[in-house]
């Protein structure tokens, strides 16, 4: 229970998914909290460690089934995507690329070896992935990718670059999205491989407690059990794209709690002219359209983790949500940064963190242009992409 849950929006949940945000938002207090001022400052977080001990919790792959993952319902992941981005969204990054973007297109498009060689490790945290589908030149429009995969005999040889990818740093394997001559196709390259090379992006203002790298990719050779066999074409690493976006629209929500509570404590003892900044009713007024912002928000969370859980949920509906609570959570960050004040900018808090974090979750799975242009499709029959 939050105190920024006016509607008791607790009440639509049940207690196994009350049991899952208590335990998940306990972790967050003991693991992540006491340290992650200090990861973000130093540009470096523990992601190894990090991956056993939610690993350990089940959290990774979490609402996958079967190869060591957890099962969960849609909601229930969701639900600890939000506690885990109340912590901060790069460790929340860390959870999404490992289990809905890596784990998933192997659970979904793998074949039977490759989940077995993967997801079990996986799920545990003793194996990261990442998911290379973003280039150097190609961000938005990944139909264009440059990255080329051509049989050589039995073998593949995979050519080009990946940029942006959360995890690289760390990863043991990583799903490249290639072009080969029958369209896009998926494949497992495990880090190692002889012609990748991996760079750690550095001087990141945002996420910087989550690991980002370039992927190179020269001449690589991989056997043919590399290849994804049900991945083909672009709609598979969209399919996944859509699993993750799915947690940022919870996650999202998570970093706007934070700083809400972390206002409403400020501004409750803070006095300015002789009363509490809360007892002004300018910083009230603020405080109640982010509050109501915040439960429209979960609201239309639940709505989509309840439809995806009745395998109902659409691409499109999953734009709105990512939208919609990216933009609010931003929002609400920003204005709670101004409440406050010289405070509002200082690492001893949380706030100008999640702001600066949610820049990046503005940009990546989709830009909020690219989810408008969506649900612009959806409105009016037309595409507005190019
Ligand atoms: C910290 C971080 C982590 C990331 N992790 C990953 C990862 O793990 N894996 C991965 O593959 N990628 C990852 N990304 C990349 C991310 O998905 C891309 O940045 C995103 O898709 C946007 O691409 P771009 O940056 O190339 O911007 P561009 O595509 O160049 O877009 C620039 C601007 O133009 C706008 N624009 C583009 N096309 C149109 C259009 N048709 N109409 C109107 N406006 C348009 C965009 O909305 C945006 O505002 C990550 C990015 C960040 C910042």
Excluded at 48 to 68: C, I, K, N, Q, S
Excluded at 76 to 96: F, I, K, P, Q, T
Excluded at 140 to 154: E, F, I, L, N, W
Aim: include cysteine; proline fraction near 4%.
């Amino acid at each position: 229970m939050t105190p920024v849950d006016l509607l008791d929006l607790d009440s639509l949940l049940d207690d196994e998914e009350r049991q899952i945000r208590s335990v998940v938002r306990r972790l967050v207090d003991d693991r992540v909290r006491p340290h992650v001022a200090d990861w973000y400052e130093r540009g470096h977080v523990p992601a190894r460690e990090l991956a056993r001990e939610f690993g350990r919790l089940g959290l990774l792959g979490m609402h996958l089934t079967g190869y060591g993952c957890a099962g969960s319902t849609a909601v229930a992941y969701g639900l600890a995507c939000l506690e885990l981005e109340a912590g901060d969204s790069g460790v929340r990054s860390l959870v999404s690329v490992q289990g809905s973007l890596a784990m998933y297109a192997i659970w979904r498009y793998g074949s039977e070896e490759q989940k077995q060689r993967w997801l079990p490790a996986m799920a545990t945290g003793e194996a990261i992935g990442c998911f290379g589908l973003t280039e150097p030149d190609h961000g938005s429009d990944p139909a264009s990718m440059a990255t080329r995969a051509r049989r050589d005999g039995d073998d593949w040889l995979l050519h080009g670059g990946k940029m942006w990818i959360t995890n690289a740093p760390v990863a043991d394997v990583a799903v490249i999205w290639a072009r080969a001559e029958e369209g896009v196709r998926g494949f497992a390259v495990p880090l190692g491989t002889p012609g990748v090379s991996v760079r750690e992006i550095r001087r990141k203002m945002s996420l910087r407690a989550s690991l980002t790298g370039e992927i190179a990719l020269d001449d690589v050779r991989l056997p043919a059990d590399a290849l994804l066999p049900g991945a083909a074409g672009l709609k598979a690493p969209l399919s996944c794209l859509t699993e993750a976006r799915h947690g940022i629209v919870w996650g999202a929500l998570g970093a706007a709690r934070d700083c809400l509570e972390t206002t409403l404590a400020y501004a409750g003892t803070r006095t300015q002219f002789g009363r509490p900044l809360a007892g002004f009713q300018l910083t009230q007024a603020k405080l109640a359209d982010m509050a109501v912002e915040w439960q429209k928000g979960f609201l239309l969370a639940l709505h989509l983790g309840r439809l995806a859980d009745a395998g109902k949920l659409r691409p499109e509906q999953v734009s709105v949500g990512k939208l919609n609570n990216v933009r609010e959570a931003l929002a609400i960050a920003r204005q709670c940064r101004t409440i406050l004040g010289a405070n509002g900018v200082s690492g001893e808090y949380p706030i100008m963190r999640h702001a600066n974090n949610l820049e990046s979750v503005l940009t990546y799975e989709g830009t909020s242009e690219i989810h408008q242009l969506v649900i612009g499709q959806r409105l009016t029959g037309l595409s507005a992409f190019a």
